[in-house]
């Protein structure tokens, strides 16, 4: 069920301009309170996005922390990263 | 009664206003809309009937409809920022919605209501494009073309008949049109997009055959083939070609104007006119 709530803040930094502008600044504490797991925070901190792939999180809503540039994401990194996930290879 | 006096196939990439805003109107993706727009002009519609699939905008994980039609006055869209693309006010018909959605329901298809909603660039930017002036009226048709288990192509291509046999029993006089919104191959933000972008288009031959059997019209051999292992593996939006189907389903077995590939998208532009 904790995979939803990844889901689930990935597009509250669409929606929620407040929570977008807190996780650019200090994602750490824009995570605090929310319901994820151990493996979960740490993924989204490191924007590890193969790791949450491989958890299930949903793809286009995953591209939104790129978007918006945050947990250190740039689309060089993000597209590195996430190609890493590819299961038979890209 | 109401007729369809003609359908389209268009694509929905979020970033094309920017590109054509950036890069003028003899840019490819502007001649290809304009190639639409003037049909759709030249049938001079009172009502656009759009097969679309949301990208978890307008739903969510927490309640995903595998079809559902929005019976409304009006909605506003996009609601996911993309690029040149305002906020327009769309008007619908929310009589006709539900008349669609009774039929629907007749015809053994359970689909969802939804009444207060917004729609993303999936409706919205084919708007932008093909009714700037949102002077047509719109009821979007929502198809699940994202999240797995997706269903059945030909299942949506009845939903499609069903949906033509509302509007032909609609008792007003109205030239109806239906348009199918998507891609046929395209991974966004998935594992197999390509090397220093958002997106890829990781099965162009699929994308190239899907072409090839709507230019014939070989509606049996596309459905049959259009299975969600195939759409899956032309990527995370390859079940978009849903929408398409859908749209087949509302007109016939004549054959298209023209179909226009754009296969560096994995996606195409289409005209229908009535038979």
Not at chain 2, 44 to 66: A, E, G, R
Not at chain 2, 107 to 119: H, K, N, R, S
Not at chain 2, 132 to 152: A, C, R, S, Y
Request: some cysteine.
């Amino acid at each position: 069920m904790s995979v939803y709530a990844v889901n689930h803040l990935c597009r509250e930094l669409l929606r929620d301009h407040a929570f977008r502008a807190a996780m650019k600044a200090d994602p750490a504490k824009a995570l605090e309170g929310k319901n994820l797991t151990p493996q979960e925070r740490d993924a989204l901190l490191a924007g590890d996005v193969a790791t949450l792939y491989r958890m299930g999180v949903n793809s286009f809503l995953m591209g939104y922390l790129c978007r918006f540039e945050v947990c250190g994401l740039t689309l060089p990194a993000y597209n590195e990263r996430i190609r890493s996930a590819a299961p038979h290879g890209n | 009664m109401a007729e369809i006096v003609g359908a389209f196939g268009v694509p929905h990439t979020p970033v094309f206003p920017f590109f054509v805003k950036r890069d003028g109107p003899d840019s490819e993706i502007a001649q290809f809309f304009k190639a639409v727009t003037d049909e759709l002009v030249a049938l001079k519609p009172d009502l656009i009937v759009m097969f679309d699939t949301d990208h978890l905008n307008t739903f969510f994980l927490d309640n995903l409809p595998v079809f559902a039609v929005g019976v409304t006055d009006t909605f506003k869209g996009p609601n996911d920022e993309p690029r040149e693309v305002p906020v327009y006010d769309i008007k619908s018909l929310p009589d006709f919605g539900a008349h669609i959605r009774r039929t629907a329901i007749d015809a053994g298809f359970d689909v969802a209501l939804v009444q207060e909603f917004t729609v993303d660039h999936s409706v919205a930017v084919p708007l932008h494009f093909m009714t700037p002036q949102m002077q047509v009226p719109v009821i979007p048709i929502f198809i699940n073309g994202h999240v797995p288990p997706l269903p059945k192509a030909q299942r949506c291509f009845e939903l499609g008949r069903a949906v033509k046999r509302a509007i032909e029993t609609w008792p007003k006089s109205m030239r109806v049109v239906t348009m199918g919104s998507g891609s046929f191959s395209l991974d966004v933000w998935g594992p197999r997009i390509a090397p220093g972008r958002s997106d890829g288009v990781p099965d162009p031959d699929w994308a190239s055959r899907v072409c090839e059997l709507l230019e014939q019209m070989q509606v049996p051999a596309l459905i049959s083939e259009a299975t969600e292992s195939q759409m899956l593996k032309a990527g995370n939006v390859g079940g978009e070609l849903l929408n398409w189907i859908a749209m087949l389903g509302t007109i016939g077995e004549r054959k298209p104007e023209f179909v226009k590939p754009q296969m560096a998208n994995g996606h195409a532009y289409a005209a229908w006119r009535r038979g």
